[in-house]
């Protein structure tokens, strides 16, 4: 795939659940079971001084002018962004309009749908059950969920990875077809599964990297089956709860919960704007359709990134969490991905990105920094995701020596 004009036909919804963590599946990368491969977030030469500069009145100054550039040279309509520091003075801002109709201001309070970041979460209930002894990630998917092609040979750690060779079903012509004509339709995960297995597979398992939402699908189910729960469920009782995030979930159907901005997006069958806070993200399901806000996003980031619970228990025991954090390289430089999470030099999360809405949280384990920013709009810009550009801009100004730059690869969208 290649110019963002074939994306409106084809492959528009690999934009919305990725990020831009997506590789062209012909492009090499580190395979996955060489634990030698170098963590992509270490970073080669750059400038000295602190890894994150305290936030001054001077450096306030900067970050607002920057956010404000981003969402003039890229039309965002509105965004918020948070960074926290234990010790330092921390920075929330709303800048811009939550509906561009009303012009109701964007708010720090809002709820915003998160996208691939859900991908954190699901990957989280699954080692769990790592550790409760449930599944091992080693497992083939084919043990939980029959009709998986290569199922006796893709584990449970190559879904997680992103390291299958599957076919994404949402590049599936069908499927756009399908979404665009009825955004209020209800996918089921067998659905969305038909779609993907009706290709053959990619690549043998472990050869390479390449995004793929069919995996998290798989993985749902896995977590579905083992716990006995309904995901959603599973994640209230098991991770939301736990770490105190009241305001986060996995909506059944187009639930939304209130104040919530309008998003705005042009992955519509005719590629003109449309609004879409009534959009049904069940299409999504465990690869994206999650709700979340400013302030819980701001207690995962720490949280995914260390397999610890704010009050200090553990969510994810040590070994596991270890392993989840091992992140080999892909084929965009800087960037490595592990079990579910990225490192993007230095800073550890998720992004995500599904119709008019994106997100991107993370974190600087050397500082203990959580950055988080939310906006309304997923259009891209020069063939970059807007959340990409504020991710660089805010970076550059507090964390010169770990600038996230995740370049968009057009040939992949």
């Known amino acids: 795939m290649s110019p963002t004009s074939v994306r409106l036909r084809r492959a528009a919804m690999v934009a919305l659940l990725t990020g831009t963590l997506v590789a062209p599946c012909t492009a090499g990368a580190a395979p996955a079971s060489v634990p030698s491969a170098p963590a992509a977030g270490t970073p080669g030469p750059s400038p000295s001084g602190p890894d994150v500069r305290p936030l001054s009145p001077?450096?306030?100054?900067?970050?607002?002018?920057?956010?404000?550039?981003?969402?003039?040279?890229?039309?965002?309509?509105?965004?918020?962004?948070?960074?926290?520091?234990?010790?330092?003075?921390?920075?929330?801002?709303?800048?811009?309009?939550?509906?561009?109709?009303?012009?109701?201001?964007?708010?720090?309070?809002?709820?915003?749908?998160?996208?691939?970041?859900?991908?954190?979460?699901?990957?989280?209930?699954?080692?769990?059950?790592?550790?409760?002894?449930?599944?091992?990630?080693?497992?083939?998917?084919?043990?939980?969920?029959?009709?998986?092609?290569?199922?006796?040979?893709?584990?449970?750690?190559?879904?997680?990875?992103?390291?299958?060779?599957?076919?994404?079903?949402?590049?599936?012509?069908?499927?756009?077809?399908?979404?665009?004509?009825?955004?209020?339709?209800?996918?089921?995960?067998?659905?969305?599964?038909?779609?993907?297995?009706?290709?053959?597979?990619?690549?043998?398992?472990?050869?390479?990297?390449?995004?793929?939402?069919?995996?998290?699908?798989?993985?749902?189910?896995?977590?579905?089956k083992e716990s006995g729960q309904r995901l959603g469920d599973y994640l209230k009782q098991h991770i939301l709860d736990p770490a105190g995030m009241k305001d986060t979930l996995l909506p059944k159907g187009s639930a939304f919960p209130t104040p919530h901005a309008q998003g705005y997006t042009d992955q519509t069958a005719n590629g003109e704007v449309a609004e879409t806070a009534g959009w049904n993200?069940?299409?999504?399901?465990?690869?994206?359709?999650?709700?979340?806000?400013?302030?819980?996003?701001?207690?995962?980031?720490?949280?995914?990134?260390?397999?610890?619970?704010?009050?200090?228990?553990?969510?994810?025991?040590?070994?596991?969490?270890?392993?989840?954090?091992?992140?080999?390289?892909?084929?965009?430089?800087?960037?490595?991905?592990?079990?579910?999470i990225f490192d993007v030099q230095g800073w550890i999360g998720h992004n995500g990105s599904l119709p008019g809405y994106e997100s991107l949280t993370i974190y600087l384990p050397a500082t203990r920094t959580t950055l988080v920013v939310l906006l309304n709009t997923d259009i891209d810009h020069d063939d970059e995701e807007p959340s990409t550009l504020f991710g660089q801009a805010i970076t550059e100004i507090i964390s010169p020596r770990h600038v996230f730059d995740l370049p968009a690869a057009p040939a992949a969208r």
């Open 58 to 224: 001077d450096v306030t100054r900067q970050l607002d002018a920057s956010v404000r550039r981003v969402m003039r040279e890229a039309k965002v309509p509105g965004v918020t962004v948070g960074i926290w520091t234990p010790g330092q003075r921390g920075y929330v801002r709303s800048f811009g309009v939550a509906d561009k109709e009303t012009g109701r201001r964007m708010t720090p309070d809002l709820y915003t749908r998160i996208g691939s970041e859900t991908k954190t979460f699901t990957v989280t209930a699954l080692l769990q059950l790592v550790d409760r002894g449930k599944v091992r990630l080693d497992d083939p998917i084919g043990r939980y969920v029959e009709g998986v092609p290569n199922g006796d040979r893709i584990t449970l750690r190559q879904l997680a990875g992103m390291r299958s060779g599957l076919f994404n079903y949402s590049e599936d012509d069908d499927f756009f077809a399908a979404l665009t004509s009825d955004p209020q339709r209800s996918f089921t995960p067998r659905q969305l599964l038909d779609y993907a297995f009706r290709h053959p597979v990619l690549f043998q398992p472990g050869q390479k990297f390449s995004y793929c939402n069919t995996n998290l699908i798989l993985l749902g189910l896995v977590v579905e």
């Open 281 to 340: 993200p069940s299409w999504g399901w465990a690869a994206g359709a999650m709700v979340s806000t400013l302030e819980d996003l701001r207690i995962w980031a720490p949280t995914v990134a260390t397999g610890e619970l704010p009050d200090g228990r553990r969510m994810i025991s040590p070994a596991t969490q270890r392993q989840r954090l091992v992140t080999p390289a892909t084929p965009i430089p800087g960037a490595g991905y592990g079990l579910g």
